[in-house]
């Protein structure tokens, strides 16, 4: 019987211990913000950093894309993502009729999920369905020129299968 009282009051004396350690049982304060005029803001663009924003509709039949519709377009002064580093994807976005204004995108249409752990490939693609709406960001200007274009092309790399053409 005395076993039980001294495992019970080791128990509480523990769990009290554990708790005291834990949690501050003082008035907590309110965080503390520095005065607006104090902020760091981002720099504006430059005249030339501008981009298009775009949304696309894609339509999917079979896990395939069927056909691609620019829903709106807006042009913005902004810097933009980093695109033109990027040297693979399933996609080719070609800005204007220049060759080299390319970046590269993945296929809109899938998401990629994590395998099991002891599958040997880490991750697989999964289908989004069979409408697809996308948000494509395009930069209009490259190395701190800008890009006179008003119209994109999106083609599929492994087939050159064209995916969109259009003004924006």
């Known amino acids: 019987m005395m076993m039980k009282y001294l495992l019970l009051f080791s128990i509480t004396l523990f769990s ?3 708790i005291a350690q834990t949690n501050d049982l003082g008035v907590s304060k309110a965080p503390s913000f520095a005065p607006l005029n104090q902020h760091n803001t981002l ?18 039949e079979n896990g395939e894309v069927v056909g691609a ?5 807006k042009v913005v002064a902004s810097v933009a993502p980093k ?4 040297q ?3 996609w080719q976005v070609y800005i204007g009729e220049n060759e080299k204004n390319v970046f590269y995108v993945n296929d809109p249409g899938y998401l ?7 599958d040997k490939v880490p991750y697989h ?16 200007y490259r190395n701190g020129q800008k890009i006179d274009a008003s119209t994109i092309s999106i083609q599929r790399v492994s ?10």
Not at 83 to 86: E, G
Not at 159 to 168: A, E, R
């Open 16 to 18: 009290v211990v554990t």
């Open 125 to 140: 693609y999964v289908s989004q369905g069979a409408e697809v709406q996308w948000d494509l960001v395009v930069p209009l």
């Open 69 to 73: 519709e620019l829903v709106r377009s």
């Open 159 to 168: 087939d050159g299968k064209p995916i969109l053409q259009s003004k924006f």
């Open 88 to 90: 693979m994807g399933d």
């Open 112 to 118: 990629e999920a994590e395998n099991e752990p002891e």
């Open 83 to 86: 695109v033109f580093a990027r």
């Open 43 to 60: 720099e504006k663009p430059n005249s030339y950093q501008r981009v298009a924003l775009l949304n696309i509709k894609l339509m999917y």
